[in-house]
């Protein structure tokens, strides 16, 4: 946990210099000719408020959305790195992204609302950042819609307090930043919405999301490559995919992961709970992770090791010569209802997972089933478990 603590240190920082610090250079959107009326293309204005902050001379610099507005806003790059060593985003009002009926009229890239570059950025509510993806999940194919929020090769980032509604894909993409704090966030979307994961991260390490409420078609928290130090904290996911690890190794691509610590969460009818996945051929390592203190509400899938995954191409490819090392993995302290029949399902690839630990668990079913455990190529040790976990090998 020394990593949460040096976290929270460094948000010590950053607001005691907001409060305390030099002077501040203080920005409205309205200012620079933003309407806010949900119809009116704000973006220009938008990027000449930015254009100010990043600009200005003192050390912190705040820039305001207002409350009771709604800002229409197109693709907008928000670019660094600025002068400023913090800058403030206080979203009061609403901010909101076309619909696809006007796809034809601009060009997405990967992001609706891109950071580059920016360091020592807090992005903070009551406000709210809505997609629009009611507009965009039957008629735009998945590798054409953007992320909604992206930040990209930033360094203290803090994100506190919005309502995330709707994203056309992913509603929070955190890529190559470090130094990350993510609380108190409410993201939003339906559980049929395709690929609407709530944060993904990537190239990243030392962050960590607490307090905060998922609620998605997709994972509510997906950890990719390159990261290390990750730290989930009270994080209540439902509807959604679980808090998974992956998928990695697709491509045969060479993939790491390490020390991540998930606890005290709640999975509440999540299509699956704690997994790690990936996918035969990549190589690399998942390692020194572990799920700890989770609340199970009809979830499907609590506990799942899928070293077989597909990617969308079925859930049981084969073995290759090469696979993604797995190992000190720890699920404990696992309680509550189980909506799958496998309740844990440990399906590793021939190379085997490694130093698995599972103790502590208490899962019934939620549909009245005799639960099933499944190991394949699963080492570990195992104690005090209902179900009983007798097939993880020693």
């Known amino acids: 946990m020394e990593g949460v603590v040096v976290m929270f240190f460094m948000l010590g920082i950053s607001l005691s210099h907001l409060v305390t610090g030099n002077a501040q250079d203080y920005f409205d959107v309205g200012k620079f000719g933003a309407v806010g009326d949900g119809n009116t293309d704000d973006s220009p204005a938008f990027l000449k408020a930015w254009q100010a902050v990043c600009g200005a001379s003192g050390e912190n610099a705040t820039l305001e959305i207002a409350a009771n507005r709604t800002f229409l806003l197109y693709p907008v790059q928000f670019n660094g790195p600025c002068k400023p060593r913090y800058i403030h985003i206080k979203v009061l009002g609403k901010i909101l992204a076309p619909s696809v009926d006007e796809r034809g009229k601009f060009k997405y890239d990967d992001c609706w609302l891109c950071f580059k570059h920016v360091d020592g950025l807090i992005v903070d509510g009551p406000g709210q950042i809505d997609g629009n993806g009611t507009t965009w999940w039957t008629e735009v194919p998945i590798s054409e819609r953007p992320t909604a929020l992206h930040f990209h090769l930033c360094t203290d980032l803090r994100l506190h307090g919005l309502t995330h509604l709707n994203s056309q894909k992913n509603h929070i993409s955190i890529y190559n930043c470090s130094g990350v704090l993510i609380s108190d966030l409410n993201i939003i979307a339906p559980s049929d919405s395709p690929n609407t994961d709530g944060i993904d991260i ?9 307090n905060t409420f998922i609620g998605t078609g997709d994972d509510c928290v997906a950890i990719n490559g390159g990261t290390s130090n ?3 904290t009270s994080v209540t ?4 995919h679980g808090i998974s690890i992956g998928s990695l190794g697709e491509g045969e691509t060479n993939e790491n992961v390490d020390q991540v610590h998930v606890t005290g969460c709640t999975f509440n009818r999540t299509m699956n709970g704690a997994r790690i996945k990936t996918i035969p051929g ?3 390592f998942a390692r020194d992770i572990s799920f700890e203190e989770i609340t199970l509400i009809a979830s499907g899938n609590p506990i799942v090791i899928d070293q077989h995954y597909c990617n969308g191409h079925g859930h049981h490819c084969q073995d290759q010569e090469k696979a993604i090392a797995v190992s000190n993995v720890t699920f404990r302290g696992f309680r509550g209802t189980s909506a799958a029949v496998e309740a844990i399902n440990l399906d590793c690839s021939k190379q085997g997972c490694r130093g698995i630990t599972i103790d502590n668990i208490n899962i019934s079913s939620s549909v009245g089933k005799d639960l099933r455990v499944v190991c394949n190529n699963a080492y570990g040790t195992t104690a005090s478990t209902v179900p009983e976990v007798s097939c993880l090998s020693s």
């Open 282 to 284: 990549g190589t690399g």
């Open 202 to 210: 990537a190239l990243s390490s030392q962050l960590l999301i607490s």
């Open 230 to 232: 990750i730290n989930i």
């Open 237 to 240: 996911c439902g509807p959604g």
